[in-house]
């Protein structure tokens, strides 16, 4: 077009013309399909946005339920932990509790045995005084045929026992009483001032004052009785007592029932 109007060719050039319209129309509808293709291309890119997001959403909220998890998980273990620790206590709680049940089971055998020996000891003792009466029989029965009225007299108004039967009783008294309670001169003497505690002349037996507040822990507290058991006057035992509360460490009036604990 541009030689055809530069020679002045107006044939040539109204020839171009008709050319035109098809190039415009060429034109035209290429860039129709351009932008079909372009408007195509970002439904596309669109899409694809679309999914891509959807797919971080989908990411992000798998990592928040993945980090709750593991939280979950976390406090699970913890809990299982210190589950575990607890029931590491409770098991330890139960041997300790075993162990006490074993040892008490024990006791219970030795206080059973010891059960077994008072009652053969009680057997022998009522035997003893069957004897003892006996005798008593025999003598009074002698004394009688020998016509020994003033001796058979004396014999029965003596309210009195003889030295060597209050000695056995005694004797059997402390054995029995240190068999029960093998650390009592121990933990008397504790109580008492160091140049005042007591050391027994023989091996398990006691002396009069221990006699006296080996008494008062078995609760035989009223001075009447202690002094009818030991063969003593009142004021005897009430003067025992009384020097053996000067001789304690701390106030005096709580000295008995101190011992009373032993």
């Not at 406090?75 to 590491?88: F, P, S, Y």
């Not at 074993?102 to 035997?127: F, G, H, N, P, W």
Request: net charge positive.
């Amino acid at each position: 077009m541009e030689d055809a109007n530069f020679c002045k060719a107006s044939l040539r050039a109204l020839e171009i013309s008709s050319v035109f319209p098809i190039i415009e129309k060429q034109y035209k509808e290429k860039l129709r399909q351009q932008h079909k293709n372009e408007r195509i291309l970002m439904y596309i890119l669109g899409g694809l946005f679309l999914l891509l997001c959807l797919v971080v959403l989908n990411l992000i909220k798998q990592m928040r339920r993945l980090k709750q998890l593991r939280q979950q998980q976390a406090e699970t273990n913890e809990a299982l932990a210190e589950a575990n620790g607890k029931m590491q206590e409770a098991m330890g709680q139960l041997k300790e509790a075993n162990g006490q049940l074993q040892e008490t089971y024990a006791k219970l055998r030795s206080v059973d045995k010891l059960k077994e020996q008072y009652i053969v000891r009680y057997l022998d003792m009522c035997r003893d005084n069957l004897d003892t009466l006996l005798r008593y029989r025999r003598t009074t029965v002698r004394l009688l045929k020998e016509r020994r009225l003033d001796e058979l007299r004396k014999l029965a108004s003596s309210e009195e026992a003889t030295p060597a039967e209050l000695g056995k009783f005694y004797a059997d008294f402390d054995e029995a009483f240190l068999t029960l309670f093998p650390d009592f001169i121990d933990r008397f003497n504790a109580l008492l001032k160091p140049e005042e505690r007591m050391v027994p002349k023989h091996e398990n037996q006691l002396n009069t004052e221990l006699r006296i507040f080996a008494l008062i822990r078995l609760g035989v507290k009223d001075a009447n009785r202690i002094a009818h058991f030991l063969n003593f006057s009142l004021a005897t035992i009430y003067n025992y007592r009384s020097k053996m509360r000067n001789k304690a460490i701390g106030d005096p009036a709580e000295f008995d029932a101190k011992v009373a604990e032993l």
